[in-house]
C-alpha cells in the first residue's frame, strides 16, 4: 500500500480510519460544539489509536453562516484547541471550494492543522486544481472527496479521480454522501478508482448510514483496495449518520485486519464522551431512509426537517422531491422552494375535496 510518507503508523495497520465527529457530527449537533466537547473527544480519540480527526463545520471551512447554520464557537478556535489536544493523532479539516477559501485553508494551517481534505460533487472534480495547490504548498497531506458518488458511474468517477490526483491529491476517497450505494455498488467505485491510479495515490471511503450499510460498504471497499476509511463515534454525522468508528474498528479487528485503533478505547469514547453530549441521535427513520434511497445529500435532514415544522409539509416529501430534482451540496435553500409548493399542493388538494364533499 503507498502510505503516506512519514506516517508513524504505517507498518503497524492495514487501514487508516479517520474520525469525523467533529466535522461530518456537527451537522447532527447543529454545528454547536464547545471547546470542552472538542477537547474531550480528540483526548478519546487520541488515546485509543485514531490517526486523523476531522474538526470543521460540518459543510466545512467557511460553513458557518446563516445558509448552513452558524456555529457556536469558531471553527479556527476548535481547530486550534484539537492541535493542543491531540498527542498523536493529525487534526484534518474539510473544504468544498467555492465555499472555503485558499484563505481559509491558509489560516486553517495556521492553527495547526495538517490534513486537508478537499470535497467537491462527482462530475466537478476541475474546481479543486487550486485548493490542492495550496495545501501541497503549505506542505498539508492532501486528500480528495467525490461527494454524492452514486451519481456517477465507476468509468467516470474514475475519470474524476484522476483529475484530483493529477491536481496533487495522494488520496481520493468515493463519498457516500447520500448513504445510497448498496453492497457492490460502493465496491465497484473503489475498484474503478484503484485500477485507474494504479499505485499513484490511495483511494478511501466515507460510508452513511442512511440504508444501514456504512460498515458493510466499508469491508467492501477495503477488499476493493481502499486504504483509508471514514467514521464518527456513535455514527454521529448528516443524515442517518456515518459508519460509526467504535464498530468500524471492532469490525475490522475481528476480520483480522490491523487498524492500530484500541477496540475497548474506541467503545468507551462512544459510550463515555459523545453519547451524553448528543442532542438527538442520528437514526434510520422515514425521512433518514428516503435520502438514501431517493439519493438525497445526508446534510439535507435537517434542513428538510425545519422546513417541514415551518410549512405544515412532511420532511420526507421534501426529501422525495429533492431526490427527484437532483439537488446536491450547495442548494439547500431549494428546499424552502420545494416546501412551498408542497404546502401550495396541500391547500388545493384541501379546496377539492371541501368542493368535492359540497356538491354531494
Request: proline share 2%; glycine share 10%.
Amino acid at each position: 500500500m503507498n502510505h503516506q510518507v512519514g506516517d508513524a503508523n504505517a507498518a503497524t495497520r492495514d487501514l487508516r480510519i479517520t474520525d469525523s465527529t467533529l466535522r461530518d457530527g456537527s451537522h447532527a449537533m447543529s454545528h454547536q460544539f464547545t471547546e470542552e466537547q472538542v477537547r474531550g473527544v480528540v483526548h478519546a480519540l487520541d488515546a485509543s489509536g485514531v490517526e486523523v480527526i476531522e474538526v470543521s463545520h460540518g459543510d466545512g471551512l467557511g460553513g458557518s453562516s446563516f445558509s448552513y447554520g452558524f456555529s457556536q464557537v469558531d471553527e479556527f478556535h476548535l481547530i486550534e484547541a484539537a492541535v493542543e489536544e491531540a498527542q498523536q493523532a493529525k487534526i484534518a479539516v474539510l473544504v468544498l471550494p467555492g465555499l472555503g477559501t485558499v484563505e481559509h485553508l491558509k489560516k486553517a494551517h495556521h492553527m495547526g492543522a495538517s490534513v486537508a481534505r478537499i470535497a467537491t460533487h462527482c462530475t466537478e472534480a476541475d474546481v479543486s486544481a487550486q485548493h490542492f495547490a495550496a495545501a501541497q504548498d503549505l506542505g498539508m497531506e492532501t486528500v480528495g472527496f467525490l461527494m454524492l458518488s452514486h451519481r456517477a458511474d465507476p468509468a467516470e468517477l474514475a475519470r474524476q479521480g484522476r483529475i484530483m490526483v493529477d491536481a496533487g491529491a495522494s488520496c481520493v476517497y468515493v463519498a457516500d454522501s447520500a448513504g445510497a450505494l448498496v453492497l457492490t455498488d460502493a465496491q465497484e467505485r473503489v475498484q474503478a478508482l484503484v485500477d485507474e491510479f494504479a499505485g499513484a495515490a490511495e483511494v478511501g471511503f466515507h460510508g452513511h448510514q442512511n440504508l444501514s450499510l456504512g460498515v458493510a460498504n466499508s469491508v467492501l471497499a477495503y477488499r476493493a483496495g481502499a486504504c483509508q476509511l471514514d467514521g464518527a463515534l456513535c455514527a454521529l454525522g448528516a443524515g442517518a449518520g456515518n459508519s460509526p468508528t467504535e464498530v468500524l474498528a471492532a469490525t475490522f479487528d475481528r476480520l483480522g485486519i490491523r487498524t492500530g485503533i484500541d477496540v475497548d478505547k474506541a467503545l468507551a469514547a462512544a459510550e463515555d464522551i459523545v453519547r451524553p453530549i448528543i442532542p438527538r441521535l442520528p437514526h434510520m427513520d422515514r425521512s433518514s431512509i428516503t435520502q438514501g434511497y431517493a439519493g438525497v445529500y445526508s446534510s439535507f435532514l435537517l434542513h428538510a426537517d425545519r422546513a417541514a415544522e415551518r410549512y405544515g409539509v412532511p420532511a420526507h416529501a421534501i426529501l422525495e422531491r429533492v431526490g427527484e430534482h437532483g439537488y446536491v451540496g450547495g442548494q439547500e435553500d431549494m428546499i424552502i422552494d420545494i416546501a412551498l409548493g408542497l404546502q401550495a399542493e396541500q391547500a388545493a388538494s384541501a379546496v377539492r375535496f371541501e368542493n368535492s364533499a359540497v356538491g354531494k
